[in-house]
């Protein structure tokens, strides 16, 4: 995916950060990267394109912190 800037704030809506123009599926293939890059459960990203950026990042922190805690 290409930006004019690589730059975003907590606030900025996911939907921009994945708006994909062309429809060749390239915010799909970006989460699932994600998904796979952090072992996130299905839920964790249920409805991401209604969140910010800073609350995506919230959820994959806490699953982190979550899985973090289960090997302690």
């Not at 939907?15 to 599926?25: A, H, Q, S, T, V």
């Not at 800073?54 to 805690?69: N, P, S, W, Y």
């Amino acid at each position: 995916m290409e930006w004019p800037t690589c730059y975003f704030i907590p606030d900025d809506p996911c939907d921009i950060l994945f708006f994909e123009p062309f429809g060749d599926l390239r915010d799909v293939d970006a989460v699932v990267a994600i998904d796979e890059q952090f072992n996130l459960p299905t839920e964790t990203l249920d409805g991401y394109w209604h969140l910010s950026f800073g609350e995506l990042v919230d959820r994959i922190v806490k699953h982190r912190e979550a899985q973090a805690a289960d090997f302690s």
